[in-house]
């Protein structure tokens, strides 16, 4: 996990506490694509993700994330 630079979560049973484990990457600077589509993450989830300075992939389609969520995110270089 030392050079982990992005991954696919998707569809799996994935919930906003499973995400706080990003907290314990060694790495996690290096972060910059996720893939949380289908899980049950929400906006706590992307308080979590500040952590993360060089995401800017990040798909959150049909999760419970809404636009409250998303705009905490305002610090990343994230891409539309």
């Known amino acids: 996990l030392k050079y982990l630079e992005g991954t696919s ?5 994935v919930k906003d506490t499973n995400v706080k484990t ?6 996690k600077q290096r972060l910059a ?4 589509r289908g899980t ?10 500040l952590k993360c300075p060089k995401l800017d ?11 409250k969520g998303l705009e905490l ?7 539309e």
Do not use: F, W
């Not at 992939?57 to 636009?67: C, E, P």
């Open 9 to 13: 979560i998707g569809r799996l049973e």
């Open 40 to 49: 049950r993450v929400n906006d706590e989830s992307m308080k979590k993700l």
């Open 33 to 36: 694509a996720l893939y949380l």
């Open 22 to 27: 990003l907290e314990h990457l060694p790495n």
């Open 73 to 79: 995110l305002g610090s990343l270089p994230l891409r």
């Open 57 to 67: 992939i990040l798909d959150v389609a049909d999760t419970r994330v809404t636009m």
